[in-house]
């Protein structure tokens, strides 16, 4: 009768081993497939211009993402060859790593989703392959993967175009305005028409320096804002700008709202634009809306000797900007050197 239980236990063992063995044959395959999706997500970001072109990263001054795809290779390589201990160090090293990318961008609030993507079939390489025979050499290579990851990962979140956040403000002048409209607002529509040569006159004159700071209160501004920014992201010209915005107020006017038929309408007025990631820019504009408690449209902040000045509807905003007028600075009479004769 015991030898019946000792061979019924034997069986059973065997059976699982089996079943073991079959699965870790499927795992391999899962692991190659996942690992090929990674990299296709890693090759998608080395060429995506979009939503994560501001986020970057590098260990050894080697760019994550080509860390990344040779990661990935490593794992197929391993896959295939069966080294599940190599394979496990591997996939512990890569926890730790994503562990502190995780925690980097929560520091920064600044999320990239094929980043995050990447990660997560790390997460879910890992516990495919886990071995809980080997946990202290899973914990071990994690830990240690994240110290030194640490030590020599550079990153940034500094946006690519230019090293800097692209923000819709012209002029040199020391008096700051910021003129918040939306362009289905028709009290904002109404007074462009008499604001537009006021504002040319005081940046000609440098009088102030001016952001636009357009509003989304309406259903689709923030497509309308959108593509204010990517046409001066093609051409950073006040003179562009202000074409950009009555082109924009003539499509809101005919009521678009379609993505691709105010594309069209764009390029049929002769605007080219240059599409990227404006999140850096909407923050910025977003901080200026709160900062200056912006409630309706249109409004204009003005800043001057240390005071800021708020003015709503636009025969007060037109008003207030003539007056800056005076502020222009005086040309020298002709003939004059500033010395007594």
């Given at each position: ?46 060429i995506c211009g ?50 502190y990318l995780i ?224 502020e222009q600075p ?12």
């Open positions: 009768m015991g030898k019946v239980v000792e061979l019924n236990r034997e069986d059973n063992q065997n059976v699982c081993r089996f079943v073991w063995a079959r699965m870790r044959s499927k795992n391999y395959i899962t692991n190659i497939l996942l690992a090929c999706i990674a990299v296709a997500l890693e090759v998608y970001y080395s979009g939503s994560c072109s501001y986020l970057k990263g590098d260990l050894l001054r080697i760019p994550l993402q080509y860390i990344g795809i040779a990661y990935m290779a490593c794992i197929v390589f391993f896959s295939i060859l069966k080294w599940d201990r190599l394979l496990l160090v591997l996939l512990s090293a890569g926890v730790g790593i994503e562990i925690g980097f961008q929560i520091w920064h609030n600044t999320y990239c989703p094929y980043c995050l993507a990447f990660g997560g079939i790390i997460f879910l390489l890992f516990l495919l392959n886990i071995d809980r025979n080997r946990k202290k050499l899973s914990v071990i290579s994690m830990g240690l993967a994240l110290i030194l990851f640490s030590i020599f990962f550079e990153g940034s979140v500094t946006p690519s175009y230019a090293g800097e956040v692209l923000v819709p403000t012209f002029g040199e002048g020391k008096v700051k305005v910021r003129l918040y409209t939306d362009y289905f607002c028709p009290p904002c529509r109404a007074m462009e028409q008499d604001l537009e040569p006021v504002i040319i006159e005081l940046i000609k004159n440098k009088v102030i320096n001016i952001t636009f700071a357009d509003t989304p209160f309406y259903k689709s501004s923030s497509l309308y804002v959108r593509y204010f920014l990517y046409a001066i992201q093609e051409k950073k010209d006040f003179t562009h700008a202000l074409k950009v915005r009555n082109t924009l107020i003539e499509a809101a006017k005919t009521n678009i709202e379609d993505k691709e038929k105010l594309e069209a309408f764009l390029r049929e007025k002769g605007i080219t634009f240059k599409p990227f990631d404006p999140k850096p820019a909407f923050d910025i504009l977003s901080g200026y809306m709160k900062e200056d408690q912006i409630k309706a449209t249109p409004t204009c902040v003005i800043e001057m000797d240390g005071n800021k000045n708020t003015y709503v509807g636009g025969t007060d905003i037109i008003n207030a900007l003539k007056g800056l007028k005076q005086k040309k020298p009479k002709s003939g004059a050197t500033g010395e007594k004769q």
